[in-house]
């Protein structure tokens, strides 16, 4: 399995096809929630995802400082296929691009509850009480570096 790590200027049509209709099928329709998927972030954005035999099994992407919140943030994480370990891995290229591109020095992000185990497991503390995020339960979390 390879990690691809790029800008949003050095993403092929291809890729980003491939990116965008991963994160519509399970953000939008599997989940049922219609939101804005296209937020005009992904431009400034470093996506980073597991590829195989040219799947997307995994992705996510990492914002600066100011581009969400006052911290560097990751967001859109999400995994192909659940329980394979893809999630994990992904998330422990975020973190380590977070460092590395923007010398991160803590993360921010915004859980669906449902997943808080997972970013627990990287380090990540929960700094708010539950809400409701375009009708989804979420928490707020970030990991100090």
Known sequence: MNTVIKIFHE??????YR?????????V????????ELDDLDQG??????EENGEIK??????????ENEAVSIGRVIAAERRKGYGSRVLAEGIRTAQEVFGADRIYLEAQTYAKGLYEK??????????LLDGIPHV??????
């Open 122 to 131: 990287q380090g990540f503390r929960q700094i708010s009480d539950e809400f």
């Open 29 to 36: 329709v599997e989940q049922n929630c219609p939101y804005m």
């Open 140 to 145: 707020k979390m970030t990991l100090e570096l």
């Open 19 to 27: 990116i965008l209709r991963l994160r519509v099928s399970v953000f």
């Open 58 to 67: 995994a992705y996510l992407r990492v914002l600066d400082r100011g581009a």
């Open 45 to 50: 954005a470093v996506h980073v995802w597991l």
């Open 11 to 16: 993403l092929t049509a291809e890729e980003l």
